[in-house]
């Protein structure tokens, strides 16, 4: 493989909006979302007030996915990405993405968003992986309402990241990265990276 990475961020990035809340809300009801994350009123209430977005976000998995069938998720997922493909993408990043595939860079999706629909995303993008939020899958073949390992955001992008290239490219100083980032989510990816493309408002608020 190429000793050239290119790490793109998706949601705000990639594309020009959240992509989490929108298949939460095609994989459950509106009306099972809000009664599920209200059977934990105490835990709901203390990661809203903390800001907690790990926490609120592994108690909409919970309302959402539980008991779910894989073939009935990857079905959905399918169908979402050829959607964020056809209408949410931002065409000036897509090309940029486009450059590192024609210049022959290894591409990587590196997000908290799902992985379950970015695979697919990743597919008609034609990068080479995706890192991203892991859903866990029962023995039934069935979610299990669980996050599979911490949220892919933050450090964990940076560790997600470094495990990916230590098993493909012999680790993190073997290669040249450049990361894409929006948000402070992926300021340590963006302090990671030998070139920092900031695709924020403003300058990047922070170093």
Sequence with gaps: ????????????????????????????????????????????????????????????????????SRASVESEAAAFGDQVHARWLRPDVVELLRGHVRDGDTVLLVSASFEVYLRPLGDLLGVDDVLAARLEIGADDRYT???????????????????????????????????YGDSIGDRELLADADVARWLGRGEMPFG
């Design 1 to 68: 493989m190429n000793d050239r990475i290119a790490a793109f961020d998706v949601d705000g990035t990639l594309t020009t909006r959240d992509c989490v809340v929108p298949f939460l809300r095609r994989v459950a009801p509106t009306h099972r979302l809000v009664t599920g994350m209200l059977r934990r009123p105490v835990t709901l209430a203390a990661s809203a007030a903390r800001r907690d977005r790990d926490a609120l976000k592994a108690a909409s998995v919970a309302a959402a996915f539980t008991g779910r």
């Design 145 to 179: 309402g669980r996050l599979l390992g911490a949220n892919c955001r933050g450090p964990e992008k940076v560790r997600r990241l470094h495990e990916w290239l230590e098993e493909h490219a012999g680790g993190r100083d073997r290669v040249h990265l450049t990361a």
